[in-house]
């Protein structure tokens, strides 16, 4: 599937072809979700929910979690995510066949492969982390235009006046 945009404007499409207003959209989604969430994250003000609440606007979008997640343009969203003694034992079969497998959404009555909460949390820990270096960065770049500014005064001397 080839991504239509960011998780933010896949969800105000598939909500306009239900023809849900943000509230409408909050009410089917439950858990206390407000308008106010709804257009936090059609304007990409959160980039990836949590899994309960990213499966829940799914639902509420009538359409499967790694549909959501595909038309976004998250990585591997179409592929299964195999629990580590089923792929344990696929390897001796077909380690390709267990990678090129595609992602079926679990139904409402079967629970989801513990495998996939663990991606949600590297998901998480990865933009958190995303997020620690983007900050480190612009830190040191503010702390470097200072230090050059102070080297540029420093070489023009006393009394220079600056260009």
Same mark, same amino acid.
């Given at each position: ?18 023809? +849900? ?17 709804? =257009? ?11 899994? *309960? ?31 580590? *003694? ?13 990678? =090129? ?21 590297? +998901? ?15 830190? +040191? ?20 006046? *600056?260009?």
């Amino acid at each position: 599937m080839v991504p239509s945009g960011t998780l933010g404007s896949v969800i105000r499409t598939r909500r306009c072809e239900l023809r +849900l207003t943000q509230e409408e959209l909050a009410d089917r989604i439950g858990g206390g979700m407000r308008q106010s969430e709804i =257009s936090r994250l059609e304007r990409d003000g959160v980039m990836l929910p949590r899994r *309960a609440r990213l499966e829940a606007i799914a639902a509420a979008l009538q359409m499967p979690v790694g549909e959501l997640l595909a038309r976004s343009g998250w990585a591997g969203a179409d592929t299964v995510i195999v629990p580590v *003694a089923t792929a344990t034992r696929a390897k001796s079969s077909s380690p390709a066949s267990v990678a =090129s497998a595609h992602y079926s959404a679990p139904s409402r009555t079967e629970p989801a492969p513990a495998a996939v909460d663990d991606v949600f949390d590297r +998901l998480h820990d990865a933009r958190a982390k995303a997020q620690q270096i983007i900050q480190t960065y612009h830190d +040191l770049e503010t702390r470097t235009a200072g230090t050059m500014e102070t080297v540029e005064r420093t070489m023009r001397g006393p009394g220079a006046r *600056a260009a």
